[in-house]
């Protein structure tokens, strides 16, 4: 029966309505999709926010790592999480960061896991660590590649996913987790884990770049060890635990002799590489709980507990003196350092300040004593500590308070008295102690590096002083006024500008001023000091090598040594009558000077027979107190009117210093 136009009708309508059905259906399907996508998609975002706020929060990096395998086991629904480490070997190494629903169940895989290291390549980590991605194992039982095979099928382990924990390119550790069905890969699981590695790795860089900038804190950046501010933390915890205790706590200061001439000399890459090999050297000898730290330059200090007593400290203290008895290999040759150490005992009542320094006093009584020594604080040596310290602390106000003063001692030509120059001493005029000795000052304002503010100071006044007397006395003026230059002055490379600067300011003629160093100091950096003094001549000013006879030069050291002037030691002069080697010491330096062209002063003549033995041995001038004792200026200028320039060899000084 053929169909009617309501059939047709309704077969349309029927037809639309499906349609409908479907498309709605397929809506619905869509819709649901996107909202179980945007769901987990939240839930994704909600577990990187979670690691993220812990990688901010948490104490350390294992605490994270706890955290974010909870996490990720909750979101996968995978019940078991281990943590792998890469170690120092290269190796995957198991760590005890687990996360397990059923420790029974897992106890055997677990014992296995952390017993197992797994080389690049081996195992689920090692492949992951090799590849540098994530690896989805469906059955752990079947894969050939998985060492623990036979007690994952004991707990009924079977799927497994891992992901690198990347810090950089570089992989720190390995995330694990198990199922107890097989899973398919799921390529959406592994990209999510590979965000959590990557926030993870940059956790550990963060932490690697703080704890990279306290440890540059707290430690020597030449040979690592701690520094003055971490030993100083060190000793203040052991003194409050060595008053719960029994047994002692020594502090050992050491100093390297001459180590700033092997730097002078041959330069501070060969210097750094000798105090590199000192440092080894000192921590070969120390015990695990003993804290060795550099102080700065070249000096060391050494913190050691538990120790029996005071002769347990004095044989660590020869045992670090050994230590030195063989030389330093450097790219610059060998070179034989030794050490000045101080030891320092804490009683219950020590303090961390007053150990070390006590410690340092007593390595300065080791260098005065000869230096390559030991030496044990005292009672003694604290006060004379303590007086350093307050002198230290009042000489630093000296010249601003204007307590300093120049004192002058003629020099004189032995044939005729003439007052041929005088030299400046300094003088400090302190407030309460009145005058003070410069054997007592002098070596702490160049300890301190004061007389470089305070060398200034000398220079520029006895330049002043040179340009009163030509305007006074003129023709008569008792100059060059001759001004010790110290080590450190000697070392400043700014020193030629400073004495060039001050000679113009002042108006002086170099002519009237010469310049006078040590022996010992020359010689201790010949290099160094032989370009300054060309430079310091070349102005037109004298130089003098004082003490000479004391500091061990050779003829070849002073051949090469620019200087005009050479100041035979007082101590030979003065045992001219009683000591024949000393006149014979005193004609080799005459001999050897007029040889090479230069004037020979001997210094400290006290009486008329010394001056008279110095002259009949060729010495042309001298110095001392047989002639006079340091004046002030109007002093000076004084005698050298009434005696017109001129001081009797013959003459007997006043037995009292003018000062």
């Known amino acids: 029966m053929p169909p009617t136009a309501l059939d047709e009708r309704e077969a349309r309508l029927r037809r639309r309505l499906e349609r409908e059905r479907r498309t709605r259906r397929e809506a619905e399907q869509i819709s649901e999709g996107a909202t179980r996508a945007l769901f987990e998609r939240q839930q994704e975002l909600a577990l990187l926010e979670a690691i993220a706020t812990a990688a901010n929060e948490a104490a350390n990096l294992n605490d994270v790592i706890q955290l974010t395998i909870r996490r990720v086991c909750a979101h996968t629904g995978f019940p078991i999480g281990h943590a792998y480490l890469l170690g120092s070997s290269g190796e995957v190494e198991p760590t005890v960061?687990?996360?397990?629903?059923?420790?029974?169940?897992?106890?055997?895989?677990?014992?296995?896991?952390?017993?197992?290291?797994?080389?690049?390549?081996?195992?689920?980590?090692?492949?992951?660590?090799?590849?540098?991605?994530?690896?989805?194992?469906?059955?752990?039982?079947?894969?050939?590649?998985?060492?623990r095979a036979a007690e994952a099928a004991e707990a009924g382990i079977r799927?497994?996913?891992?992901?690198?924990?990347?810090?950089?390119?570089?992989?720190?550790?390995?995330?694990?987790?198990?199922?107890?069905?097989?899973?398919?890969?799921?390529?959406?699981?592994?990209?999510?884990?590979?965000?959590?590695?990557?926030?993870?790795?940059?956790?550990?860089?963060?932490?690697?770049?703080?704890?990279?900038?306290?440890?540059?804190?707290?430690?020597?950046?030449l040979t690592g060890l701690p520094s003055r501010v971490l030993f100083q933390d060190r000793l203040s915890h052991a003194l409050r635990r060595r008053r719960n205790a029994k047994t002692s706590i020594a502090v050992c200061f050491i100093d390297l002799d001459r180590f700033k001439s092997v730097n002078d000399t041959f330069g501070h890459g060969v210097g750094d590489e000798l105090l590199e090999q000192a440092a080894e050297r000192l921590r070969s000898v120390l015990r695990p709980a003993d804290t060795i730290a550099r102080m700065g330059g070249d000096e060391f200090v050494i913190l050691c507990e538990e120790l029996s007593g005071e002769r347990e400290a004095v044989r660590l203290a020869e045992r670090l003196q050994r230590l030195f008895s063989e030389p330093f290999a450097t790219r610059g040759g060998e070179h034989m350092v030794n050490a000045s150490i101080g030891v320092a005992i804490g009683d219950e009542n020590a303090d961390a300040e007053t150990l070390v320094r006590d410690a340092d006093s007593a390595m300065y009584r080791a260098k005065e004593r000869g230096r390559g020594r030991y030496e044990l604080c005292d009672d003694e040596m604290r006060r004379r500590a303590i007086r350093?310290?307050?002198?230290?602390?009042?000489?630093?106000?000296?010249?601003?308070?204007?307590?300093?003063?120049?004192?002058?001692?003629?020099?004189?030509?032995?044939?005729?008295?003439?007052?041929?120059?005088?030299?400046?001493?300094?003088?400090?005029?302190?407030?309460?102690?009145?005058?003070?000795?410069?054997?007592e000052f002098i070596p702490i304002a160049e300890e301190s590096g004061q007389i470089i503010p305070i060398g200034a100071w000398v220079l520029r006044e006895a330049c002043r002083q040179a340009v009163r007397w030509r305007a006074h006395l003129g023709a008569k003026a008792p100059t060059p006024i001759t001004v010790n230059l110290s080590a450190r002055q000697l070392g400043l490379p700014e020193l030629t500008e400073v004495v060039e600067r001050t000679l113009q300011e002042t108006g002086c003629a170099p002519a009237d001023l010469a310049l006078e160093l040590t022996e010992s100091t020359a010689?201790?950096?010949?290099?160094?000091?032989?370009?300054?003094?060309?430079?310091?001549?070349?102005?037109?000013?004298?130089?003098?090598?004082?003490?000479?006879?004391?500091?061990?030069?050779?003829?070849?050291?002073?051949?090469?040594?620019?200087?005009?002037?050479?100041?035979?030691?007082?101590?030979?002069?003065?045992?001219?009558?009683?000591?024949?080697?000393?006149?014979?010491?005193?004609?080799?330096?005459?001999?050897m000077a007029a040889a090479l062209g230069l004037d020979v002063i001997a210094e400290g003549a006290e009486s008329e027979e010394q001056a008279l033995l110095?002259?009949?041995?060729?010495?042309?001038?001298?110095?001392?107190?047989?002639?006079?004792?340091?004046?002030?200026?109007?002093?000076?200028?004084?005698?050298?009117?009434?005696?017109?320039n001129h001081l009797n060899p013959n003459r007997k000084a006043p037995t009292e210093p003018s000062a």
């Open 97 to 147: 960061i687990w996360q397990v629903d059923d420790r029974a169940r897992v106890a055997a895989f677990r014992r296995v896991t952390e017993a197992t290291s797994l080389a690049v390549g081996r195992g689920l980590p090692g492949r992951v660590v090799e590849s540098g991605r994530p690896v989805w194992v469906e059955d752990v039982t079947r894969d050939s590649n998985f060492p």
């Open 614 to 644: 110095a002259s009949e041995l060729g010495c042309e001038f001298a110095q001392g107190y047989h002639f006079a004792h340091p004046m002030p200026a109007a002093e000076l200028e004084t005698l050298v009117n009434r005696e017109r």
């Open 388 to 439: 350093r310290a307050q002198t230290e602390q009042a000489l630093s106000r000296a010249l601003e308070n204007d307590e300093l003063d120049l004192h002058f001692q003629p020099i004189v030509a032995l044939g005729s008295g003439e007052i041929t120059a005088v030299e400046a001493l300094l003088r400090w005029h302190h407030p309460e102690h009145g005058l003070i000795d410069p054997e």
């Open 159 to 221: 799927g497994a996913f891992a992901f690198p924990i990347l810090a950089g390119p570089q992989t720190e550790g390995v995330l694990e987790f198990f199922s107890y069905r097989e899973m398919r890969s799921d390529d959406g699981v592994l990209h999510l884990m590979t965000q959590i590695g990557t926030q993870l790795g940059r956790l550990i860089e963060r932490t690697r770049a703080q704890e990279r900038i306290a440890h540059q804190a707290t430690h020597d950046a």
């Open 523 to 591: 010689v201790s950096s010949e290099a160094l000091s032989s370009d300054t003094l060309e430079k310091l001549r070349a102005l037109g000013v004298r130089v003098l090598l004082d003490d000479f006879g004391t500091g061990y030069s050779s003829l070849n050291h002073i051949r090469h040594l620019p200087i005009d002037t050479i100041k035979i030691d007082g101590s030979f002069v003065r045992e001219l009558r009683s000591r024949q080697e000393a006149k014979v010491i005193v004609r080799a330096i005459v001999g």
